[in-house]
């Protein structure tokens, strides 16, 4: 008795064909969601870059005038003694009671400028702790983006994407 040959050659190729269309289709979504990716965790860098920037910035300027808001304040008690020995001097009848008040009216002009240079201090302390959180949220959201990618799950990139908003937030909160 003959054999009946089923042609599955060509079905094989067909069913071989349609996998690799297939195929072809998953890679080319999945690679423009890598595009997509790679953007945005591209501008999350560079806003991690330029936040890390500010953030020193601001550490420095707050140390500068922490630094003046000091002197200032030496200075101001430096007034402070000079107008003390000359008080003193007034009882023992060396010295004139304009040279007292003289002394007084610097001291709170020193006062003045030491409690200027504490505020600029602390502003630019605040700023830096802000931009040192958004730095932080740029850096985590960009770890989850590379595990997104590693992992081929979307919604791991949009919890990057939620938190990097929460960094572009604490960024753009320092303009205001």
């Known amino acids: 008795?003959?054999?009946i040959e089923i042609p599955t050659e060509h079905l094989h190729e067909a069913i071989q064909e349609k996998v690799e269309e297939e195929f072809k289709k998953e890679e080319k979504r999945?690679?423009?969601w890598f595009m997509y990716v790679a953007i945005?965790?591209?501008?999350?860098?560079v806003f991690a870059?330029?936040?890390?920037l500010m953030a020193g910035h601001h550490s420095n300027e707050a140390l500068i005038s922490q630094i003046k808001a000091s002197d200032q304040w030496a200075y101001y008690q430096a007034k402070g003694i000079k107008a003390e020995i000359k008080s003193l001097e007034i009882n023992f009848s060396k010295a004139v009671p304009a040279d007292v008040e003289k002394y007084k009216k610097e001291q709170e002009e020193i006062k003045?400028?030491?409690e200027e240079a504490q505020n600029d201090s602390t502003f630019h302390l605040e700023k830096h702790i802000i931009l040192s959180?958004?730095?932080t949220?740029?850096?985590i959201s960009i770890a989850i983006s590379a595990i997104a990618i590693l992992t081929r799950r979307k919604e791991l990139w949009w919890l990057s994407?939620?938190?990097a908003a929460g960094g572009l937030g604490f960024f753009f909160y320092t303009f205001l």
């Open 112 to 114: 003045k400028k030491a």
């Open 49 to 52: 870059a330029i936040s890390g």
């Open 40 to 45: 945005s965790t591209a501008f999350m860098a």
């Open 133 to 135: 959180r958004a730095v």
């Open 1 to 3: 008795m003959d054999e």
């Open 161 to 163: 994407m939620l938190i």
């Open 30 to 32: 999945e690679s423009g």
């Open 137 to 139: 949220l740029f850096q």
